[in-house]
């Protein structure tokens, strides 16, 4: 598990942000003092820093500069500063990365795992194919099978399927499932939803899967 | 100035000459000269007279001009007395003193003012920057409820808390939409991930619109700023969304490669613009019927998007048929060279 420490002055920010982490898997740490911040840093040793620029007293962009000295853990900057020249500096600071608020918590945790895999702190063998109940869904191929049998799976379909697959025993609700889609660049609404489900159930069908995906009237779907 | 306008000011001048060669004339013909010899004398007179005039007429017609072209070189006209050379007569040195006290007074308040609005304009900066604090932490509250009746609540106020981050961020760019701000920064930009990270940013208030979204964006590299492309892309999916057709709506955003540069076409299927009215959309305050009837519009966003596209370098055109659809296109301009 990566741990990542925060640096944020606001509290509820703060507070925040340790719960977002939470519930994507990462361990965290928060900087509560703000004083001896590399120093603080280097004794948490995480394996990622999120460092507000607007700290009291100090600026995050000095405290990532002095950390640089003795320490290559990678900084992403959060901000509510956009200009062009603060992109800058935090790039000439030494950080990886840059990200202004308001930011969408999905859109923070992607950058922080494209962070991690830049820097090569990568511990999880990436995952190729999930199998439930006897049908494997081919991760990389997009396509779904079943005793032998193979069906090519849309981009739509495929998503909808990984989601199911990963939550495999819950109850998905269909909005979940929605915001899933749109954080993977699949922007469809509730009807285009039911005409893609109906689509991949006729093709898992095809393939002798009847029944896979149950639907809970009023709640969503359940694999 | 004309010769008669000139005259015109020299009318005593004239008048005392006049008298003058009448009385002379009075004189001479009582002491019995030859009268021959008074007009010989009148017209020597009156050609000298008439030199003279002439003479002083193009000196101060030319003196005029210059400064009349002095003028009209500055690009801070209100900076003449300060760059009109010293005139040799003393009135003219009057008056060019007093031009220069007056424009003084004059550039002082112009300062002010601009001190003024620079102060104004910083602290709306600033509180711009400090009132997106509340919304980020507003937002991560909301992102963090996991219990499914927290969650539907929290995809309530989600869609509001983008409304209002977008409205933040117009104030923002109206700021810095000014020719002396210049936060830009031109680099090759990758249009499909400036449409998604936008898309993203969008995300809960789209959703809370039932929209569906489709992006095709086979198209090359532009030169622009990531940012600023997002708020203008943000403007356009967001008025999509406000005026659907029915309660839910598609946009289809299209990137292609065209002759000397890329086009991007954002199109919707909603309740379209009356072609009275198209041509107007770009105005600053312009509601329009769509405005004023449906959602309650400021008039600022498509102004704003047009003047930040101005300053990018990138044309922007709406097209649209009422009750079919919308559509914005914008066009990147590519070096000729781009491809060799």
Known sequence: MYKIMIVEDDETIRTELQ????????????????????????KESPDLVLLDINLPDQ????????????????????????TSMDELECITSGGDDYVSKPYQAPILLARIAAVLKRTGKKNEQEVTAITYKDVTLDLLACTVSYEGKESELSKNEF????????????????????????????????????????????KLADIGVADLIETKRGLGYKL | MTIFEYLKDRMPALLV??????????????????????????????????????????RRNRYFKEIEAIFHQLDKPYLLGEVMGRPSRSEDKK????????????????????????????????WIHDVKLPITAAALVCQNQTEPDAKETARKILPELSKMENL?????????????????????????????????????????????????????????????????????????????????????????????????????????????????IFDKGFTGTNGRSRARSTGIGLYLCRKLCRKLGIEISAASEEGRYTRIDLTFPRSDYYGI
């Open chain 1, 19 to 42: 719960l977002m982490l939470k519930n994507a898997l990462y361990e965290s740490v928060a900087a509560t003092e703000f004083t001896d911040l590399p120093e603080q840093i280097k």
């Open chain 1, 59 to 82: 600026s995050g962009l000095s405290v990532c500069r002095k950390l640089r000295q003795f320490s290559d853990v990678p900084v992403i900057f959060v901000t509510s500063k956009n």
């Open chain 1, 159 to 202: 998503r909808i399927l990984t989601y199911l697959f990963s939550h495999t025993g819950q109850v998905v609700s269909r909005m979940d499932l929605i915001e899933y889609l749109w954080d993977n660049q699949v922007f469809i609404d509730d009807n285009t939803l039911s005409v893609n489900m109906t689509r991949l159930r006729g």
């Open chain 2, 17 to 58: 000459n006049l008298s003058a060669m009448l009385a002379v004339a009075v004189y001479l013909t009582a002491g019995g000269v030859d009268i021959s010899m008074t007009i010989l004398l009148l017209v020597g007179w009156a050609f000298l007279l008439v030199i003279f005039f002439a003479c002083r007429y193009a």
């Open chain 2, 95 to 126: 008056y060019r003193e007093i031009i220069r006290r007056s424009n003084k007074s004059v550039i002082e308040a112009i300062r002010r003012l601009e001190d003024e609005q620079k102060e104004y304009k910083e602290y709306i900066e600033s």
């Open chain 2, 168 to 280: 933040v961020e117009s104030a923002l760019f109206y700021a810095r939409s000014d020719s002396v701000y210049q936060d830009y920064l031109i680099e090759e930009t990758d249009l499909e991930e400036v449409i998604n990270q936008t898309i993203a940013r969008n995300k809960s208030f789209l959703i809370a619109n039932r929209m569906t979204i489709e992006v095709d964006c086979s198209c090359g590299k532009v030169f622009s700023d990531g940012k600023w492309l997002q708020f203008i892309l943000s403007q356009i999916l967001i008025n999509a969304a406000k005026y659907k057709k029915e309660d839910c709506g598609k946009i289809r955003i299209l990137g292609r490669d065209v002759k000397n540069g890329v086009r991007l076409s954002v199109e919707d299927e909603g309740i379209g613009i009356k072609g009275s009215e198209i041509s107007r």
